[in-house]
């Protein structure tokens, strides 16, 4: 069935470089992207979205790209700092309805970012 | 915060105890939602309510039961469950049901 998954499982990054978690997503009609991050003990925190009529979205030391012609999301961090660490979903929605199912947030994984520092 | 609430943040039961799960949202959102995550899976949706109305039951067995009795309050109502339920239990609302959804802090459960 349709789902999303993350290429890495674990990424480990030295404090202060740049971090880039990646995702795949295979429903074609999903056309809403969502970053969580979720600490050790906590909820996922939402971090950025995008809808798929862009390609691009910063926020503060977060970039989201899009690229839907293969179907791939990532996350970009600048300078990753400790309080980086967590573990990072992406998440797709349909917002129309596909499947029976509109609305619903499909989950990946997750990525386990480590900051050395 | 997120603006959602859980209680209790802990929880350990027997197989044979009835226990609930509360929510609460200080959002003034619409749509609430129930979320099980376990080890090494991705979250996986459990039911969904819009202006208290279910609208999404995950093929969620029996011996959880949901209650919504308004769009702020949200409970997952528990009894006989198995030692494989053990999970984090995620609250999240959103505004409506095609928008960012929040997350509270999650109950761990343990069932032993």
């Known amino acids: 069935g349709e789902s999303v998954g993350l290429h890495l499982p674990t990424l480990s990054v030295q404090e202060g470089d740049n971090s880039i978690i990646n995702c795949a997503y295979s429903?074609?009609?999903?056309?809403?992207f969502i970053w969580y991050k979720q600490e050790s003990g906590k909820g996922p925190q939402f971090i950025i979205d995008?809808?798929?009529?862009?390609d691009k979205r910063q926020g503060q030391r977060v970039t989201v790209l899009l690229n839907k012609t293969v179907k791939h999301l990532s996350l970009q961090i600048a300078a990753t700092q400790p309080g980086d660490s967590a573990v990072y979903f992406c998440?797709?929605?349909?917002?129309?309805?596909?499947?029976?199912?509109?609305?619903?947030?499909?989950f990946g994984k997750g990525t386990k970012l480590s900051v050395k520092p | 915060e997120t603006g959602v609430t859980q209680t209790p943040r802990h929880l350990v039961m027997g197989m044979t105890n009835k226990k609930s799960l509360k929510c609460e949202q200080h959002?003034?959102?619409?749509?609430m939602y129930w979320y099980k995550q376990s080890a090494k899976k991705p979250l996986e949706l459990m039911f969904v309510?819009?202006?208290?109305?279910?609208?999404e039951n995950n093929s969620v067995p029996s011996r959880f039961s949901p209650e919504c009795p308004n769009s702020s309050h949200l409970f997952l109502h528990l009894h006989t469950l198995q030692p494989e339920d053990s999970a984090l239990y995620l609250c999240a609302s959103s505004r409506g049901r095609q928008e960012t959804q929040y997350f509270g802090p999650g109950t761990r459960l343990l069932v032993l």
């Open positions: 995008i809808r798929s009529n862009m």
């Open positions: 309510y819009n202006f208290k109305e279910q609208t």
């Open positions: 429903n074609s009609a999903s056309d809403y």
């Open positions: 998440a797709e929605n349909t917002m129309v309805r596909y499947g029976g199912s509109q609305g619903n947030l499909i």
């Open positions: 959002l003034g959102h619409n749509a």
